[in-house]
């Protein structure tokens, strides 16, 4: 199983960005699939995430109304639209697959991609 993340990168406050992760090992249809991040000095934190249970969606409450999650399962892609950014969005970004929506959930990563907000 191998996940590629990208689209990172430097945006202004209020900009936005969109990420992608391509997935290949897997079928999508059958996993919990999600975006963490990490800022310096912090945990990782689940950012949004898609159940494998029911296809119900999980966002933080610090992205809630300005980040969407979505699929696309003929590309085996995950994507994370981002709107409104803020400078603590700034991270490293990580794309994750696995049981359930959570950090031990989770059994294949892909490699971080960074998002700066910044003026």
């Known amino acids: 199983v191998q996940l590629q993340a990208f689209g990172g990168g430097l945006v202004q406050p209020g900009g936005s960005l969109r990420l992608s992760c391509v997935v290949s090992?897997?079928?999508?249809?059958?996993?919990?699939i999600g975006w963490f991040r990490q800022a310096p000095g912090k945990e990782r934190e689940v950012v949004s995430c898609?159940?494998?249970?029911?296809?119900?969606?999980y966002y933080a409450d610090s992205v809630k109304g300005r980040f969407t999650i979505s699929t696309d399962n003929a590309k085996n892609t995950l994507y994370l639209q981002m709107n409104s950014l803020k400078p603590d969005d700034t991270a490293v970004y990580y794309c994750?697959?696995?049981?359930?929506?959570?950090?031990?959930?989770?059994?294949?990563w892909g490699k971080g991609t960074q998002v700066t907000v910044s003026s």
């Open positions: 898609i159940s494998s249970s029911d296809g119900s969606t």
């Open positions: 090992g897997i079928t999508l249809d059958y996993y919990a």
């Open positions: 994750a697959t696995g049981t359930g929506c959570y950090f031990y959930g989770m059994d294949y």
